[in-house]
């Protein structure tokens, strides 16, 4: 082979390793959610790359930063844990018991070039930021919170004023507080005292704060803060679990109290409808009663004034007959009844004839003093009998 092509092979053969190794120090690639910080190779001028692309890198040295990320604190890989970065945050309370406490901080760095110029001139790489900010402002913020509450008031009481307190430290800074010592007697008259920790606050109400969050000066912003457990020590979980005991036996005996006083309530309503019922049953026999008695003495009365009428009208019958009668006997009879009398008296008459045995052979005699023969009726009374009936009939006047 020729000295030229071989040459012409070795240049471009060196041309071609050397574009290979010096093409990455040439251009860049930025992702989209985060932005680079980009420092001259010659001038050490910086500049950043905030839209996502590829430019030239013109061998420049390059920084990337996450727009926004989460901490995680907590040693469970479930919640994002993943090495001492990501460990659980241990506090002590006021009284001494003490707490591993796991959650999430989720925040975003800021997009103003001149906060992200400042950010990098400071911690020069994001795992600083991370650790030196983000993780610090963390710990402080809820040592700061632990201190103000014991930590059975942390598991019950007050764990929402305590999530509270500690994102408000981590956004604006740790608060100043101030401690008091009061005292009080335990359940065996025993004198104790405690030393209270409370925030100090200025005139316009708000807490006092003693250090500004180094989250404001590089203007990062906290998108959420979360506590998920508190894993206690020993001894705090013993006091926890005889508080716990404690309140149950105060909620079952305020239950209880409860219970009994609406079972007082219900019998003692229970009772008064029972004597209202009594008493409305005595008031419907009362009435019944005297609505009875009303009605008998009414139908008594009305029977009595049907008596007393009846008795008129008796009076007023009998009188009247007694006044017909008399002017019967005044006037005489009436044709009627002097022919129903009639009849009734031949059919008496004709009756006691009929009671008359005559006898079988009569002889009469003649030579009377008139001259002529004897009458036969006068020899068997006939005569006599029939002036009786005339006479009882009324047609006689002898």
């Known amino acids: 082979m020729p000295i030229k092509k071989i040459l012409s092979f070795a240049f471009a053969t ?19 959610g985060n932005y680079q910080v980009k420092q001259a190779a010659f001038t050490g001028e910086m500049s950043i790359i905030n839209s996502p692309g590829t430019y030239f890198q013109n061998f420049g040295s390059i920084v990337t930063y996450p727009i926004s990320d989460v901490y995680y ?28 406490i796991s959650g999430s901080f989720k925040y975003r760095l800021s997009m103003k070039e001149s906060d992200q110029q400042l950010l990098h001139q400071d911690f020069r790489e994001y795992n600083r930021v991370k650790h030196d900010i983000i993780r610090q402002v963390v710990q402080e913020a809820l040592t700061k919170t632990a201190a103000t509450m014991k930590a ?13 307190l500690a994102e408000s430290q981590v956004v604006e800074g740790i608060y100043q507080t101030i401690s008091e010592q ?13 030393t209270a920790v409370r925030l100090v606050k200025g005139s316009d109400g708000k807490p006092v704060i003693s250090k500004v969050s180094p989250l404001k000066r590089y203007s990062i912003e906290v998108i959420n803060f979360t506590i998920k457990t508190f894993n206690y020590d020993d001894k705090t979980k013993a006091i926890i679990a005889k508080k716990q005991e404690s309140e149950q036996e105060k909620i079952v005996s305020r239950a209880n109290a409860e219970k009994a006083k609406q079972e007082a309530i219900t019998e003692f309503e229970q009772g008064k409808a029972r004597v209202a019922k009594a008493e409305a049953d005595a008031l419907v026999i009362k009435k019944t009663a005297v609505i009875a008695a009303e009605q008998e003495k009414e139908v008594a009365l009305q029977q009595k004034l049907q008596v007393k009428e009846n008795s008129e009208a008796l009076l007023l019958t009998q009188r009247a007959q007694a006044e017909a009668n008399t002017l019967k006997v005044k006037a005489g009879l009436t044709p009627q009844e002097r022919a129903e009398f009639d009849m009734k008296t031949k059919i008496g008459v004709a009756a006691e004839l009929a009671k008359i045995k005559m006898p079988s052979t009569m002889v009469i005699g003649g030579g009377g003093k ?29």
């Open 14 to 32: 060196i041309t071609l390793l050397t574009l290979l190794i010096l093409t990455p120090q040439l251009v860049e690639t930025n992702e989209a």
């Open 73 to 100: 604190f907590s040693e469970s890989k479930l919640d994002g844990g993943n090495g001492e970065e990501a460990n659980a945050v241990r506090v002590t309370f006021n009284g001494g018991g003490s707490a591993d």
């Open 152 to 164: 059975e008031e942390s598991y019950s009481s007050r764990v929402a004023e305590f999530t509270s």
């Open 182 to 194: 009061t005292s009080r007697k335990d359940t065996e008259g025993n004198d104790l005292t405690e």
């Open 370 to 398: 008139d001259g002529g023969g004897a009458n036969p009726f006068d020899a068997i009374g006939l005569e006599s009998y029939i002036r009786i009936n005339e006479r009882f009939s009324g047609k006689s006047n002898n």
